[in-house]
């Protein structure tokens, strides 16, 4: 890592202890060249024990890059199994990967080095958001149809979990859905000043004032919620907290392993530890 960016972790390390939100760079995780060479550009991440899980929504492609920096693709325009029309996310739990597909209403599954293994077909909902806990159960929010739809290991059978249309403050303007390792579902709206946080069971557990609207991720980390944006900026809504986290250029996508925050970057990836005084 070159002087000047240790110099400029330094200067936001220190810039964090005026605030009750304390956040840490850990480390700094720099592309190969090898990863971006090829025109993929990646829009979303995936951390597991393995390495990083990248998804290029553009040209429907995903790569894994391991902790020995081994880059393998899959995926990508064409009419192959592991082809996708209009991918959303990318989950991975267990060594497994997953791929959702609005468009086709279809997960396709990997192993750990992408590895096609197989494609689960649901009902058409048209899925918007995605997210997978520690036990490998996936949920799928859909607008369309008002519900958060949920399938256990193995992944087969979606049925119903949580009926949206319940709230209709919210209906139609979800920001972001994240479920955390525990289960619990966070819901950031654009058009409630609420978030909104369901437990393990789908049941209403919390309502959260919360009246930014230039908020894009919503998060769980060490039993704290925090709504992020591209720019760096924190909340804690639980703490009615906030504060600005200097970044280098537009944050792109944000995930999690354990208590460790991963921020998305062009060329890079940081890994902070988030935390309240």
Known sequence: MSFLKYIFLIYIICGS????????????????????ENGFHPTNLNVSATGFYFLDKENRQIAFLSSDEDIIYSGGYGTDY???????????????????????????????????????????IYPDFCGI?????????????????????????????????LWQEISNC?????VSS?????????????????????????RYPFKKSNGKWIIKLNNKWYIINENGQFWSIQNNESMNFSVEESILDITQLGNSLYLLFSDKIWMVDVSMD
Not at 187 to 198: A, G, H, P, R
């Open 133 to 165: 806990d520690d036990w490998g159960n996936m949920l799928l929010q859909s607008e369309l149809e008002q519900k958060i739809v949920k399938s256990n290991l193995p992944i087969e059978n979606f049925t119903d979990f949580i009926d949206l249309s």
């Open 17 to 36: 202890v005026y605030s009750q939100i304390k956040i840490n760079v850990n480390q700094v995780i720099d592309f190969p060249f090898e990863l971006t």
């Open 182 to 206: 525990d289960g619990s579902v966070g819901l950031l709206t654009s058009c409630s000043e609420y978030v909104y946080i369901f437990n393990r069971l789908g049941n209403l557990d919390k």
């Open 82 to 124: 592991d082809a996708f029309i209009d991918p959303i996310e990318i989950l991975s739990s267990k060594l497994n990967v997953w791929i959702v597909d609005r468009t086709e209403n279809k997960v396709t599954e990997f192993d750990h080095k992408l590895n096609y293994l197989r494609t689960i077909e649901y009902d058409e």
């Open 174 to 178: 979800i920001l972001d859905m994240h």
